[in-house]
């Protein structure tokens, strides 16, 4: 029997749970015999309500959070003489039939755009749980060069799967494209809002731009007083966003624009390019390997070639179409149906 850890559907929803809901509805599609969701005690959010119309088997537990997590979960699964599949870069370190899928090492890399607490306990967790999994997954060659240098494993023991796109949603729709830049995330320090920030800047004194800076993700109003007085009125914040939202931002920006520090994987591009929308990311982390040549790249320390790079797209008709073509062909490349089939096919080799 395979358990999928559930306890992303009593989270909030970032690129980790969104990996996670759709692994686990493609995998109950191709597998769903001897597959069960085992969820820790707790409110489900109403983002997987699709999830709950599938007749899935969801058990949910008597406990939350590491209690549940290191003690009820591993205890429900060795009942059930079960592999454990943990979808989101955490699980039961002492249950020695993990199967793990650690996305990335932003905490070691920027362990101040995390609680303190949450740092030390990955710190503990992270090693333990690679040490007691059968297999690793991770999404990028990136990610599995960091986790074998720094935990030193062997590199046969981790997997590369790549994320996926849902194509029924992120999707082109032709519409006439407006004046302004999209930016989508959190506000972990690693996405680089202070360098978009003085780029923008940059493109409002220097290249003399008329777009807005449209800023998507929770919690970006709190970046309203960052910005000068002079070019705080073509920012414009949205603070709750979901699938319907982002695909119409997707569909009518100029521009996407992605300057991270360091990304494992980077989603939010390849959302923009299914949508054939023109993409401006940083040359860091993974974001090179997953964007391929549909991308025009910047270096995430110098906002000046932030700037240079968003203008030299927004300049040109040509390249914008460029782009758009390339991101769509790039898109079509990454589905979470190959993603789940690829990580099906680790679950029966090590089963």
């Known amino acids: 029997m395979l358990i999928i850890n559930s306890k992303f559907l009593t989270q909030n929803i970032?690129?980790?749970q969104r990996f996670a809901f759709n692994v686990a509805i493609k995998l109950f599609q191709i597998k769903n015999n001897n597959l069960?969701?085992?969820?820790?005690?707790?409110d489900f959010k109403p983002f997987y309500e699709e999830?709950?119309?599938k007749n899935f088997l969801i058990v949910k537990g008597r406990t939350k959070g590491i209690i549940w997590e290191q003690i009820e979960l591993p205890l429900f699964a060795k009942r059930k003489k079960a592999i454990i599949l943990n979808l989101g870069n955490s699980g039961p370190v002492f249950y020695n039939k993990n199967i793990?899928?650690?996305?990335?090492?932003?905490?070691?890399k920027f362990p101040e755009a995390y609680p303190k607490l949450f740092v030390k306990w990955y710190n503990f967790m992270v090693p333990r749980l690679i040490r007691n999994s059968l297999k690793i997954i991770t999404v990028s060659q990136t990610s599995k060069?960091?986790?074998?240098?720094y935990f030193k494993i062997a590199e046969d023991k981790i997997s590369v799967v790549y994320l996926g796109i849902d194509k029924t949603i992120f999707r082109p729709l032709r519409l006439k494209r407006e004046d302004f830049i999209l930016w989508v995330g959190s506000l972990k320090a690693y996405k680089n809002f202070y360098g978009l920030i003085d780029a923008f800047k940059i493109l409002k004194q220097k290249y003399k731009i008329s777009h807005r800076l449209i800023l998507a993700g929770y919690g970006v109003e709190k970046l309203r007083e960052k910005f000068p007085d002079k070019i705080r009125d073509d920012v414009v914040f949205i603070d709750k966003v979901n699938d319907e939202i982002l695909f119409n931002l997707y569909n009518r920006a100029d521009l996407f624009v992605f300057p991270s520090f360091y990304e494992g994987f980077g989603l939010p591009?390849?959302?923009?390019?299914a949508c054939g929308c023109p993409v401006?990311?940083?040359?860091?982390?993974?974001?090179?390997?997953?964007?391929?040549d549909a991308a025009i790249y910047c270096n995430p320390?110098?906002?000046?070639?932030?700037?240079?790079?968003?203008?030299?797209?927004?300049?040109?008709e040509e390249l914008k179409n460029y782009l758009s073509q390339k991101g769509l062909e790039r898109a079509k490349i990454f589905s979470w149906e190959k993603t789940a089939e690829e990580i099906l096919k680790i679950i029966e080799e090590v089963a």
Not at 36 to 42: E, I, M
Not at 269 to 273: G, H, Q, R
């Open 301 to 316: 320390y110098d906002p000046e070639d932030i700037a240079r790079a968003i203008y030299e797209v927004l300049s040109s």
């Open 280 to 292: 401006v990311v940083s040359n860091a982390g993974s974001l090179p390997e997953v964007c391929g």
């Open 269 to 273: 591009p390849l959302e923009a390019m």
């Open 51 to 53: 999830f709950f119309q």
């Open 36 to 42: 069960l969701f085992f969820s820790p005690n707790g």
């Open 14 to 16: 970032t690129g980790v």
């Open 145 to 149: 060069r960091d986790i074998v240098n």
């Open 100 to 108: 793990t899928v650690i996305h990335d090492l932003l905490w070691l």
